[in-house]
């Protein structure tokens, strides 16, 4: 598209982080949460009727997180390129809302916290969770801020999978959904990756069936998975681009120190990868993906007949990891139940890591899209009057 | 209120759509027929186009659209899905004409085309007294960039419909700035027809 320049685009500057918390909550295997922490993050000014709440939902490793940069540190949030004065997602218009999902270990309840029960961490003493428990406990959230409808939920990967099922399980809730680079359910190929991130966290020995609380963390099993994933989020055009056969250097001490640029970075990611970073909750949040089916075995359409809310369909040309079929088929469904869809294959070589990267697509299309959700939304909400 | 500018042919077209309709697009390009026909009509509309930066400007347009491949976009469609589907400008282009055309008359009760007429008269003269492959208004492209794979005329496509047995409930046939009226094989640029099955 035209390198058009985003003007007026700001940051949101510092942020806070902010909890809700809540009691007995009943997972979807029937289990309980005694207590639950969600962390979450806002950004701009929710309105007077509450009409113009956006909630964005974060992938795998993500966190609330998503924009500006907290007291003190440097770090801006993990999608500050989408989010802020001006943006794709123009805080000057919208009410902005980022948890961390349930499961997870920046700040909500998830496998590292502590059970109360016995006062230690829960380990694998935590339930397994599903992507609809995480949209549950986002459902509170949202509940407990008083917004009976959301304007719009957006995610990319595991991200879109709690748009999806936000549109089938909560479909009066919210106007439209954005599901980017995402799957109604994962493939065979994504189960196998995951699994073996998984496998890698547990063949450590630091893994200890999970008791590693208080002692040496699995960190060479926790950074080979991560290492893993990040072969799954690029393509071999942007491998090839970032690093080339480019050697660190001519000397080596050792016969297997990492030799190439392109094993530096594997190290490097995984290594600061584990400083932020739960095994546990890895192996949680992987299963909870694997596990995910939007519309439980049915086909989608069928359960998205009679929905209102407008969908727009973002998938990459070089995502490999969910490739853009599978969008495609969410795209279909919605077709198919007359739904009104819009979907775009956006020409990246970026592959899955283009959700993160192709700001100046997804900027134009989400842009116009929030606006004519947001124009018919105002004409109904007239005509209710 | 219809503009001034609009396109002869999407003029043509607007007047053959009936208000409130449920429109499907093939190949709707950068969607000014769409919402053309949304602002005007105001139908429900949805396009399928092949072209990535055709469809930003649809999108900037508001408009519902599937980036991808009419060939292969259409077999998924309810019978009767939609009230007319529209193939304007985009049958010369297609590989498999009879399949998309026999899927646009399952999915639509109607099917709107629209097409350049290869024996438009200045095309003909061409062709006999310079012996070079025509260019005229509708048929604007070099032999060697052209993303045409057909070349029909207005008698060819009342033929095509004649001999699958489709009914041409209307036909307009539209020259450079006028509706044309005598012996539109000669004389017109783009043949409209509005066929069903």
Redesign the interface.
């Known amino acids: 598209m035209n390198k058009r320049k985003i003007e007026n685009s700001g940051s949101v500057g510092v942020v806070e982080e902010k909890r809700f918390s809540f009691d007995d909550f009943t997972l979807e295997s029937g289990e309980k949460l005694n207590s639950v922490i969600i962390v979450y993050e806002t950004y701009g000014l929710l309105n007077n009727d509450k009409s113009n709440a956006i909630l964005i939902l974060h992938a795998l490793s993500g966190d609330a997180h998503a924009a500006g940069t907290h007291q003190g540190e440097d770090n801006l949030g993990w999608w500050d390129s989408m989010i802020g004065p001006g943006k794709a997602f123009d805080t000057n218009k919208y009410f902005i809302i980022c948890s961390n999902v349930l499961g997870g270990c920046k700040g909500s309840t998830g496998p590292s916290s502590i059970n109360p029960k016995t006062n230690k961490p829960y380990a694998l003493d935590f339930p397994l969770i599903t992507i609809e428990d995480i949209v549950n406990a986002q459902k509170k959230l949202i509940d407990h801020l008083g917004i009976e409808k959301l304007l719009t939920v957006v995610g990319g990967s595991m991200g879109g999978m709690q748009a999806l099922s936000w549109l089938v399980r909560y479909p009066e809730r919210i106007h439209s959904a954005i599901p980017i680079a995402t799957a109604i359910k994962h493939s065979p190929q994504q189960i196998a990756f995951n699994e073996v991130g998984r496998q890698a966290i547990m063949a450590d020995p630091h893994w200890k069936e999970g008791n590693y609380y208080g002692g040496p963390h699995p960190v060479k099993g926790l950074a080979v998975a991560r290492m893993i994933g990040h072969i799954t989020y690029m393509s071999d055009t942007s491998m090839a681009e970032k690093f080339g056969r480019q050697k660190k250097s001519d000397a080596q001490p050792f016969k297997f120190t990492a030799d190439f640029e392109v094993e530096g970075y594997l190290r490097y990611r995984g290594d600061s990868f584990v400083k932020r970073f739960d095994a546990n909750s890895y192996l949680y949040i992987t299963k909870a993906m694997d596990n995910f089916d939007a519309s439980e075995g049915k086909p989608l359409q069928d359960v998205l007949e009679g929905v209102k809310a407008k969908v727009l369909v973002i998938a990459f040309k070089s995502d490999w990891l969910y490739p853009a079929y599978q969008s495609k088929e969410i795209a279909k469904a919605c077709k198919l139940s007359g739904l009104e869809a819009t979907y775009c294959e956006v020409n990246s070589t970026y592959g899955h890591d283009a959700f993160l990267l192709e700001v100046e697509e997804e900027t134009h299309l989400i842009l116009h899209f929030l606006k004519k959700v947001t124009s018919e939304y105002e004409v109904t909400k007239g005509h209710g009057k | 209120m219809v503009n001034r500018n609009i396109r002869p042919d999407h003029k043509a077209i607007l007047g053959l759509v009936k208000s409130g309709s449920y429109v499907l697009d093939l190949g709707c390009g950068e969607g000014d027929l769409l919402s053309l026909l949304v602002k005007e009509k105001a139908v429900k509309g949805?396009g399928i186009e092949i072209d990535?930066?055709a469809?930003?400007k649809?999108?900037?347009k508001?408009?519902?659209?599937?980036?991808?491949d009419i060939d292969t976009g259409l077999s998924?469609?309810?019978d009767k899905a939609f009230d007319y589907v529209i193939l304007n400008q985009s049958l010369q282009q297609l590989r498999h004409v009879n399949t998309v055309l026999s899927d646009a008359l399952r999915v639509g009760k109607k099917v709107i085309v629209g097409f350049p007429n290869f024996a438009y008269y200045k095309a003909r003269l061409q062709i006999f007294f310079l012996g070079k492959t025509p260019m005229t208004g509708s048929l604007p492209y070099q032999w060697y960039e052209t993303p045409n794979l057909h070349f029909l005329s207005i008698a060819d496509f009342i033929n095509y419909c004649r001999k699958n047995k489709l009914n041409i409930e209307q036909a307009k046939f539209v020259g450079n700035k006028f509706r044309i009226l005598f012996s539109p094989n000669l004389f017109a640029q783009v043949g409209i027809f509005l066929i069903s099955k």
């Open positions: 949805q990535e930066q469809i930003y649809c999108v900037a508001g408009l519902n659209v599937f980036h991808g998924e469609y309810k």
